[in-house]
């Protein structure tokens, strides 16, 4: 019941932003509008942001044929967690990473990079995929890859406000039920992605302290997924991947590379606070 709550007031919180965006550029006629392009939004995210997330980052369907031993591990790990095979795909790429998507337990997938194939051994990997279906199995997922959606959304919708206002939204100033004129459109486009990214901010980072404490002890060792945080977050610095912001927060590290005020914005823990919580966890069993 706590993720459906909070499932509820992160919907509430993005549709607001979609609406107050569609104000900022359309006035009352242009909130009618996105307010309807937000209920649309909200049930197609509800249904198909697993399929959309999947093919943003051209993720294929392996079959186990193909990765007998990938499957070996997922297949352990449902059986210990108590939860569905999920879908498994594999995302083309050298960049090492890993993400799990899904809104129940019932329709999960899990997708890793091909670098993470080459890099990490059996260990490692085992932990990586306890860590994602961790998320599945206290569904998480279902909140996360909503708000990448919907984030991506608004942070289009907010470029559409900038654009309106510095063509055309200075001549709807003075018209009756207008959102603000040029200088409201500027500043909901410039606040909506922040706005945005602080939500999905608000939601990340304990999930993913959480995710690595289950997937800890799903996997029976903390130390595999401590090792594979370290190669992960070097092979990141190394060769950050093609990832959009909206999704980052998905990915058991962050694709993203950045520096100064981008790092405010991190939607994951330090890698080093993830791995000293881990080598505790190690230390007291």
């Known amino acids: 019941m706590g993720n459906l709550f909070k499932t509820a007031v992160l919907l509430a919180a993005l549709t607001s932003l979609v609406v107050l965006i569609g104000q900022a550029i359309g006035g009352q006629q242009g909130m009618l509008i996105a307010f309807i392009l937000a209920v649309a939004m909200n049930f197609g995210s509800y249904w198909f942001s697993d399929r959309i997330v999947l093919a943003m980052y051209r993720a294929q369907p392996i079959e186990e044929a193909q990765a007998p031993d990938l499957y070996r591990i997922v297949r352990r790990l449902t059986t210990r967690a108590g939860i569905p095979m999920p879908r498994v795909y594999l995302i083309p790429g050298d960049t090492p990473n890993a993400f799990a998507t899904g809104r129940s337990p019932q329709h999960a997938a899990v997708a890793v990079t091909e670098g993470i194939m080459r890099m990490l051994d059996d260990e490692e990997l085992e932990g990586v995929l306890a860590h994602e ?153």
């Open 133 to 285: 279906l961790s998320h599945v199995k206290n569904r998480d997922t279902l909140t996360m890859t909503i708000a990448a959606t919907l984030a991506g959304v608004i942070t289009y919708l907010a470029h559409m406000a900038q654009w309106a206002a510095i063509f055309g939204g200075g001549r709807r100033d003075d018209e009756e039920g207008s959102g603000g004129g040029v200088f409201g459109a500027l500043l909901m486009a410039i606040l909506a992605p922040i706005a945005a990214m602080l939500i999905q901010l608000a939601i990340s980072r304990a999930r993913e302290f959480q995710a690595d404490a289950s997937g800890a002890q799903l996997a029976g060792r903390p130390w595999g997924l401590a090792k594979a945080l370290e190669k992960l977050e070097m092979a990141s610095r190394m060769a950050p991947m093609d990832a959009t912001p909206a999704t980052a927060h998905l990915f058991i590290v962050n694709p993203l590379r950045g520096a100064g005020l981008a790092t405010l914005f991190s939607t994951h823990p330090p890698i080093q606070e993830r791995i000293a919580r881990l080598r505790a966890m190690a230390t007291r069993s």
